[in-house]
């Protein structure tokens, strides 16, 4: 007997104000209908949060990332379970390199010195590093110029490409914007990533 597929999931879960939130997707949504379901609903979260990032300086904003906080304080929803002393140590790490990071000139720099510095800390994983570079670098004028892949957005591109591009090997390293279908050229790399993590189980065989 074959397995049976897994169903896709009729709703999808959005962080608001640092809260889950679960937010129906009607069924056999194609892929305009689940980027324009994104603007509408979703894009403004990941705005507000790093819209706050920009109005800080940059210590703070460091301080404030390291700890895995959004900028009005909360802790990120997606990594509520990574452990307190493992954050404590790798704000101290980064804190001694401020200097050097803030003078970072571009995303792919600033991502992979915070990598650098956090990678022999354990329990603190790529999509950390990711959302500290991205926050932080918001507070200094840089912007991510490529889809940054980890975790649940890794996940979602894998889906996505399966039915667009099956022939593409969708790796954990930034791609640029081009790369994806053209339903997503309205968005920006920052967003793209956060769009592919929100809707990735619905991206399997998502229609065009």
Request: hydrophobic content about 35%.
């Amino acid at each position: 007997m074959k397995p049976r597929k897994r169903a896709k999931p009729n709703s999808i879960r959005i962080t608001v104000n640092s809260n889950i939130q679960k937010l129906e997707v009607p069924r056999n949504s194609t892929l305009r209908h689940l980027v324009e379901m994104y603007q509408i609903l979703c894009r403004h979260n990941l705005r507000e949060n790093l819209e706050g990032f920009k109005r800080m300086d940059f210590s703070k904003a460091l301080e404030t990332a390291a700890m895995a906080n959004e900028s009005n304080g909360k802790r990120m929803a997606h990594l509520h379970r990574a452990p307190k002393d493992k954050l404590e140590t790798a704000k101290v790490e980064l804190t001694k390199k401020a200097k050097e990071l803030a003078r970072c000139k571009n995303f792919d720099d600033l991502f992979s010195k915070v990598e650098k510095i956090v990678q022999p800390i354990k329990k603190l994983k790529k999509m950390y590093v990711y959302d500290v570079a991205l926050r932080i670098g918001v507070s200094n004028g840089i912007w991510p110029g490529k889809v940054y892949l980890q975790c649940g957005a890794l996940t979602g591109a894998r889906n996505l490409f399966k039915t667009w591009k099956p022939d593409e090997k969708v790796k954990p390293a930034p791609f640029d914007n081009s790369v994806f279908p053209g339903e997503l050229h309205c968005l920006n790399a920052a967003e793209i990533e956060d769009f592919l993590c929100i809707f990735e189980e619905h991206l399997n065989g998502v229609r065009r």
